[in-house]
């Protein structure tokens, strides 16, 4: 870890003055943090997974922002939108946001209803290339009836639109009009490289492919951060993290590698925390190659896997592979759903029904080819690539060769336009960390208007019975009720397996243990920073 100064009583880092130096402010210290993914924009709509939880938390507002939990909290709303306070409609196609006053950017303009009707237009824009458009493209109209109310008006009662407009479960926090409207598109324009935004830290400098520095924003309606400083260092390999941990190049991370996880702990004054958040590490099935078109073939292949002996090699324990599903479908998870277990000898059975019959090689065959498929999957970390080999493995065993792809985690997530081999398809078997909502709402992962290049469902799943059970949970208020009709989508999902849930993501923070105020936050591990 980094080394602060000698002195003790530098060591109190950002806490306020220390007892042996009453009447001085503490040092400007800026937190460096080692950050996987390149960032190719700033601006909140062309972010997601990893890069949108930390830019986003960081140098943006939201309406609301959810607790792990489930249950949100206002952030520029006043309050959560309910059937209750009137917030939501009777008819449940109406919701009412009344915002904050006074909450203003970072260049002294104010917030306002315009700021938030402008930037779900922006979300529904077909001239924004942007990774998806759900939930903003569930949305009829946005109306501002004054400067301080949102009336959002949604083409079919909703459920889960309040838990996923304009938080960040959805890639997306509130733009400034006034900087903004002028551009018919957003997708090259300056604020991308340098924005300005409402949320506690500025950006100060962006140097591509290097770092960002965010620095407090004094004038944060929530009250000013407490940490003077922080940069995001870009670092794609999680062995030179650990090795710049170490020599005090880099003050901690947020998502560490967790098969790093027994070193992280032989750091000296490092505080390692390790928790479950919504997401998964997934196989996904490209349901438009042959033979994946298959649900038997994906079955076979499924049962081929052992998820429990593939997470306790890669993660030598730190992650394991139960809850696996827990980890896409949130609070709303049926342990007894009907993933595929592994089994050998089922999926040995089920690839000789297929006609794939092993040949003296081993290899299996079937009109004159071998069984020989794709898997494409992100070497942004060690724990990536060695999953990769022991599935190699353990498809080999079954008389299947599996083809290694690896990609920078940049490209491996880019867009169509931008040549993403999920986005396009180019791949038949991908190994996928999903960063999920807290809210149960699988929409942007198995609806069919979802699919691939439109969408995040990479695996091209569509089923008119599983979208039908999403529109029944969108129009099913009651958190009870709600979990009754998800449970069922995943049994119908889980049946077909279009992906196989391999195990529950994990948060591995490695910060000072002189760090005071910072709790774990698996979901948003940028959330709590103001606080630190």
């Known amino acids: ?83 209750v306070n009137g917030g939501i409609a009777r008819d449940g196609r ?33 001239r924004n290339t942007i990774g998806s458009r759900d939930p903003y493209d569930r949305i009829e109209r946005v109306e501002t009836p004054d ?4 009336r959002v008006r949604v083409r079919t009662p909703d459920a889960a639109i309040v838990g996923l407009l304009l938080t960040p479960d959805t890639n997306a926090a509130i733009l400034p009009s006034h900087l903004l409207a002028r551009y018919a598109s957003l997708d090259r324009v300056p604020f991308a490289s340098m924005p300005v935004g409402s949320g506690p830290y500025r950006v100060t400098r962006w140097t591509r492919g290097a770092s960002v520095r965010f620095e407090a924003d004094r004038d944060y309606f929530a009250g000013t951060p407490h940490l003077p400083a922080l940069e995001l260092r870009y670092v794609p390999d999680t062995t030179t993290t650990l090795v710049q941990l170490r020599t005090g190049e880099l003050d901690g991370v947020l998502g560490a590698d967790p098969a790093l996880f027994a070193r992280y702990r032989e750091l000296p004054d490092a505080r390692v ?46 992650v394991p592979a139960s809850d696996a599903s827990r980890g896409l479908f949130s609070y709303a998870d049926d342990p007894a759903a009907p993933w595929p277990r592994f089994d050998a000898a089922a999926a040995s059975r089920a690839l000789d029904k297929l006609g794939w019959t092993r040949a003296s090689s081993g290899v299996r065959r079937k009109d004159g080819r071998d069984l020989e498929l794709r898997m494409a999957f992100s070497n942004a970390s060690a724990a990536m690539g060695t999953a990769a080999v022991l599935l190699q493995e353990q498809f080999a065993r079954a008389g299947i060769r599996l083809a290694l792809q690896p990609y920078l985690a940049t490209q491996f997530y880019a867009t169509a336009a931008d040549g993403g081999p999920l986005a396009r398809g180019r791949f038949d078997i991908a190994l996928v960390a999903y960063s999920a909502d807290v809210d149960p709402d699988e929409t942007w992962l198995v609806a069919c208007r979802e699919r691939a290049p439109s969408g995040f469902n990479w695996a091209r799943y569509c089923n008119a019975e599983a979208d039908a059970l999403l529109r029944d949970a969108s129009r099913t208020f009651g958190r009870l009720r709600r979990i009754a009709v998800v449970r069922r989508l995943e049994r119908t999902v889980a049946t077909d397996v279009p992906f196989l849930p391999l195990w529950q993501s994990r948060e591995i ?24």
């Not at 919701?95 to 922006?122: C, K, N």
């Not at 400067?147 to 949102?150: K, Y």
């Not at 479950?276 to 078109?293: D, H, K, Q, S």
């Open 1 to 83: 870890m980094r080394r602060l100064a000698v002195v003790p009583c530098a060591l109190a880092f950002v806490l306020a003055a220390s007892a042996c130096a009453p009447h001085r402010a503490p040092p400007e210290r800026t937190l460096r943090l080692a950050f996987a993914e390149r960032l190719n924009s700033l601006d909140p709509i062309y972010l997601s997974g990893a890069n949108g939880s930390a830019i986003d938390a960081l140098a943006f507002s939201f309406l609301l922002r959810p607790r792990p939990d489930g249950t949100l909290v206002p952030d520029i709303a006043l309050a959560e939108p309910t059937l």
């Open 94 to 126: 109406t919701i009412t946001y009344h915002l904050r006053r006074g909450v203003r950017w970072q260049d002294g303009a104010p917030l306002t209803s315009a700021d938030v009707a402008f930037t779900i237009r922006a979300l529904q824009s077909p």
């Open 147 to 150: 400067v301080a109310t949102v």
């Open 273 to 318: 925390t390790n928790v479950p958040y919504t997401g998964a590490t997934t196989l996904v099935f490209n349901m438009e190659r042959a033979p994946l078109v298959s649900r038997t073939m994906r079955r076979a292949l499924a049962m081929a896997v052992d998820a429990a002996t593939l997470a306790r090699q890669t993660y030598r324990g730190a």
């Open 509 to 532: 923070d490695v910060v000072p243990r002189a760090l005071a105020g910072f709790e774990p936050n698996g979901a948003l591990p940028y959330a709590g920073a103001p606080r630190w």
